[in-house]
């Protein structure tokens, strides 16, 4: 069973200070959602009021069509997996797995057999009777979603849990954290401040800033379609040209800034008109070398640095007025590198580029 | 063992680990196991001293089970079976040091709790400063305090004959009310710190995550907070036991005029009684008793010694 999770203009304020900020926002039934955000932009405590650790301190969390308030944690159809997974050091594999059903007075013998399905389900099967300390760091990752799922809950909410795990770990558990929700067939909501997590995991994104949503929408929207100078800078890499619109025609916009005009296209949702204080954004994969016949969005630079990183080249450039671009270019095996210092021109297509309104960017 | 000496010095510098090692030996023999020594000494010898000091050093002057035989049977014209008096105080002090024990932890471990995982900060401060500083009081001055409190005529009695709970007054000392709750307030500190330590290390994850999995207030102390707590919760209860079976101060000023501490009655061999061989026998009876009573809990709950210290 999975169910629907409704905010309706929820605010959480400690003292005088606005964690989150009149958020509205409907998370369907049986859907992967990431909350993507810097820390401190208020995502936890969204996840602890949909979790019950925290009241709202206006507006409504409603679970399954149900308003929560006055509900607590152990009342609430979710789980949640705690970042440090929070498993109980003083209980074996199984026991900790099978807390919910103790709880609910399940006889032992029940209680083990749905352990022992749960490590099927989770790919650790015969660990049942070790303790937690006896786990590596992945396997303990997999008792707190076991943990978790054991309480048969119809949402439930992930804290950062592979932030402690190595590169190569947390990439298979992103694969497998997908999969176990497949199979669970329940409502996941996740919380990260890597965007590698939320891109490759989630149905939908909602990227976040200082205690409000800038953006909900699937993975290559919010990358490709960037609604926010925020969200453009804040989820994966983007070079940054601010200055002034001239004009917009035919939903590319035309804007002056210190490295000339660059031409980009405009967003559909929150559209600039000639006059505004705007920011171009590329990718540094949209940026190519230029032919010579390439006029458009046409930059002479010199490079400053190159970085090998396997599958890419990453070179950063500079402009005669001092910018820094920076350019990844695949590895195909064939590319020749370039020195440093020398000159070359690069360019990126209007479609490859984004014309936002400036506002507030991520920090480095 | 050579390796552990050999870091020691090589941390330390030599001067200082020699010095460190000399004050612990000094302090460990000088202080605990010489006068135990002699009180084990003692405890085996006649009272020649004080009935006929010409026999001291004599072919009289042997080892003998008589101070042992005398706390179990009496002395020889004892019409009773045991020495009914002298072994009655004993196990009724031993269950009410026990009592004293689980009553102190059943109020120490929410204040321990409250302080270590609910209270923040400031508050918690302002608490553990509440709880300190009647200890600046000389333990003499509280035990008088208690005996004001509770007499008959004192405060509590005052307050309940106002406001008309009590037609009579109670006489709480001679119901050894006083003797308890003395007793207890005496020794709360020493349950508190150890459970507080512990508890105050436990992850709040670690709470919070059983309360979503659906648990209630009691499962999740139950489960574990306790569990987790058990090393301090057995270090306040080995330290308010040990402490309260061997009081002094409190039974003599707190006592009923009936009733008699196990510790009152080695006081009376050393002191008036000067029977000193007498009296280390007795010592020696409480102090085993109560380690290896300790011991037997411990084994019980599955305690290991090492968990005492942390």
């Not at chain 1, 396997?139 to 707190?144: F, G, P």
């Not at chain 1, 939320?198 to 939908?204: E, K, P, Q």
């Not at chain 1, 990718?283 to 010199?302: C, G, I, K, W, Y």
């Amino acid at each position: 069973m999975s169910a629907d999770v409704q905010l309706e203009n929820v605010w959480v304020q400690f003292g005088d200070f606005v964690a989150v900020r009149d958020t509205s926002l409907t998370i369907q039934g049986g859907e992967f959602f990431s909350f993507l955000g810097p820390s401190g932009c208020g995502k936890t405590t969204l996840l602890r009021a949909i979790s019950g650790f925290q009241e709202p301190s206006r507006g409504r969390v409603l679970i399954g069509g149900k308003d929560m308030a006055g509900t607590g944690p152990n009342q609430r159809p979710t789980a949640l997996i705690f970042q440090n997974l929070a498993l109980f050091p003083l209980m074996s594999v199984w026991e900790n797995i099978s807390f919910a059903l103790e709880v609910k007075g399940v006889n032992k013998s029940v209680r083990r057999k749905k352990a022992d399905e749960l490590l099927e389900l989770v790919a650790l099967p015969g660990q049942g009777d070790k303790m937690v300390d006896e786990l590596s760091g992945g396997q303990k990752q997999r008792v707190a979603v076991a943990r978790a799922l054991c309480a048969e809950p119809e949402v439930l909410l992930l804290d950062e849990p592979l932030s402690a795990l190595d590169l190569k770990l947390r990439q298979h558990m992103r694969t497998e954290l997908r999969a176990i929700q497949q199979r669970a067939g329940i409502t996941f909501i996740y919380i990260t401040h890597d965007q590698g997590e939320a891109l490759t995991m989630s149905d939908r994104v909602a990227v976040m800033r200082q205690g409000t949503i800038d953006q909900v929408s699937d993975g290559t929207i919010v990358y490709d379609r960037p609604e926010t100078a925020f969200v453009a800078s804040f989820v994966g890499e983007n070079n940054a040209f601010p200055g002034r619109v001239i004009e917009v025609t035919q939903g590319i916009a035309s804007v002056q800034t210190k490295s000339g005009v660059l031409h980009a296209e405009v967003s559909a949702v929150s559209p600039l008109t000639s006059g505004d204080a705007g920011i171009v954004f590329v990718r540094p994969e949209s940026v190519r070398f230029a032919d010579p016949s390439a006029l458009q969005n046409r930059l002479e630079v010199t490079v400053a640095n190159q970085e090998f990183e396997g599958h890419f080249w990453h070179l950063v450039l500079q402009t005669a007025e001092g910018s820094v671009i920076r350019m990844s270019v695949m590895n195909d095996g064939e590319r020749e590198t370039y020195e440093i210092g020398s000159r070359i021109a690069v360019s990126f297509t209007a479609q490859g580029a984004i014309a936002l309104a400036q506002g507030e960017l991520a920090a480095e | 063992m050579a390796v552990w000496f050999r870091r020691f010095l090589a941390r330390n510098g030599t001067m200082l680990s020699l010095y460190m090692l000399a004050a612990v030996a000094l302090w460990m023999v000088l202080m605990i196991v010489l006068p135990q020594l002699f009180m084990l000494d003692f405890s085996f010898r006649h009272n020649w001293q004080q009935i006929d000091p010409s026999r001291m050093g004599g072919p009289d002057d042997v080892y003998t089970f008589v101070n042992y035989h005398f706390l179990a049977y009496g002395s020889p014209n004892n019409p009773d079976p045991f020495n009914v008096v002298d072994v009655t105080v004993f196990f009724r002090t031993i269950i009410a040091a026990i009592f004293v024990t689980l009553f102190d932890l059943a109020l120490c471990y929410p204040i321990a709790y409250y302080l270590a995982q609910v209270a923040r900060g400031g508050k918690a401060r302002l608490l553990v400063l509440f709880l300190i500083i009647p200890f600046w009081i000389n333990e003499l001055l509280r035990a008088f305090a208690f005996r004001i409190l509770f007499g008959e005529e004192g405060t509590i009695n005052a307050i309940l004959l106002s406001i008309g709970v009590l037609d009579q007054p109670i006489d709480f000392v001679r119901e050894d009310v006083a003797l308890y709750a003395g007793l207890g307030y005496a020794y709360i500190l020493l349950m508190i710190f150890p459970i507080y330590n512990v508890v105050e290390s436990l992850d709040k994850n670690q709470i919070e995550a059983a309360r979503d999995l659906g648990a209630s207030w009691a499962r999740i102390h139950r489960r574990v907070v306790i569990p987790f707590a058990k090393p301090g919760i057995s270090s306040g209860c080995t330290m308010v036991f040990m402490l309260s079976a061997g009081a002094l101060a409190a039974p003599q000023i707190l006592g009923g005029p009936s009733s008699l501490w196990f510790t009152q009655i080695i006081y009376q061999w050393f002191n008036t009684g000067s029977n000193w061989p007498r009296g280390s026998a007795y010592a020696i009876v409480l102090m085993l008793s109560c380690v290896l009573l300790v011991l037997a809990i411990m084994r019980i709950f599955k305690v290991k010694i090492g968990e005492i210290g942390r």
